[in-house]
C-alpha cells in the first residue's frame, strides 16, 4: 500500500457468513495461513470475528501485527460526527486496538435529495482524522466509481490506499483497476466468484459464473475447483489486487489459499477475460431513489 503497509494477497471474506459460523471459520483460516480478515458494521458479525482474533491470538504464536484486518463505514455513520464512534465501535467488537484498513463502504448515505448528504468530502475529512490520531493504518473507499475517486483526490490530505470493488470474469472492471495501478491505490476484489448466493438475496435472476463451461473447462485443465479457477484468474490479470473469497466450510477456505503457486494457462486466462457475460451482481439497486442523489445506476456507478 502507498503507506508502506503490505496487504495479504488472499483474505477471509465475512459479508453473509451466517452467525455461529463465522468464529469457526476465522479460527480455521488463521490457523491455515490466511493473515487478511475483512469485516464490515453491517455484516453484523464483527463480534463473532473478535471472539476468533482473541482465541487465535491467545492461543497461538500469531500476534496482532501478524494479521491485517479491515473494517467499513456504513450508510448510516457518515456525519463527522459519527465517523470516530462508528469506527471504535468497530474496533471494541473485533478486540483490537487499531484497524489495518477502514472503507467508506458505500457513497450512499441515508439521506435522499440532489445531493449527497453529507458530503463525501465531509466524511473524508473524519476518515482522515482517524489515520491522525492512530486508530487506523490506512483508510479507502468501497463500491466507489473511478470519478468518485477522483473527486476525493482533490482534497485529500490522505489520499485513498484501497479500493474495494466486485471484480470476477462477469465484471472485470478493467478501467477502474487501470484508474488503481496508475494512481498508486491497490484494489480488493469482493465477490471473486461472482456471488454465487446474492441472486437469491437480491430476489432476481443472474447468471452463475461458477457453472459457466468456459470457468468449468479452465478449472479442469489446471486441475483445479471452480473457486480456485477464479481466485486465480484475479490475481494472475489483476496485477496490484488482492481477493476476498467468502466461506465457512474448512476444506474451502484452505483451498482458496492454494492460488499462490501455480497459474492459469495464458489462453485459459484469457477466454476467462473474454467471457461475453456481463452482469454487476451487487448492482447497488437497493440504493436508487427518485429522489436522488442516485435516481439511476449510470447515476451511482458514473456509467453503466
Known sequence: LRTGATIPLIGLGTWKSEPGKVRAAVTHALKRGYAHVDCASVYENEGEVGDALRGVFDSTTLLREDVFITSKLWNSDHAADRVEPACKKSMDLLKVRYLDLYLVH??????????????????????????????????????????????????????????????????????????????????????????????????????????????????????????????????????????????????????????????????????????????????GSFWLSPLGPYKTLEDLWDGP
Open 106 to 283: 458505500w457513497p450512499v448515505t441515508g439521506n435522499r435529495g440532489a445531493a449527497v448528504t453529507p458530503s463525501i468530502e465531509e466524511t473524508w475529512r473524519a476518515m482522515e482524522a482517524l489515520v491522525d490520531e492512530g486508530l487506523v493504518r490506512a483508510i479507502g473507499v468501497s463500491n466507489f466509481s473511478v470519478e468518485k475517486m477522483e473527486a476525493i483526490s482533490k482534497y485529500a490530505r490522505h489520499p485513498i490506499s484501497v479500493c474495494q470493488v466486485e471484480c470476477h470474469p462477469y465484471w472485470r472492471q478493467t478501467e477502474l483497476v487501470k484508474y488503481c495501478e496508475a494512481n498508486d491505490i491497490h484494489v480488493t476484489a469482493y465477490s471473486p466468484l461472482g456471488s454465487p448466493d446474492s441472486a437469491a438475496m437480491f430476489k432476481r435472476d443472474a447468471p452463475a459464473l461458477m457453472s459457466d463451461p468456459v470457468v468449468i473447462a479452465a478449472a479442469e485443465r489446471a486441475g483445479k475447483n471452480v473457486g480456485q479457477t477464479l481466485v486465480r484468474w484475479a490475481l494472475q490479470t489483476r496485477p496490484n489486487c488482492s481477493v476476498l473469497p467468502k466461506s465457512t466450510d474448512p476444506a474451502r477456505i484452505e483451498g482458496n489459499l492454494d492460488v499462490l503457486d501455480w497459474s492459469l494457462d495464458e489462453e485459459d486466462a484469457r477466454a476467462l477475460s473474454e467471457l461475453p457475460t456481463r452482469r454487476r451482481m451487487v448492482d
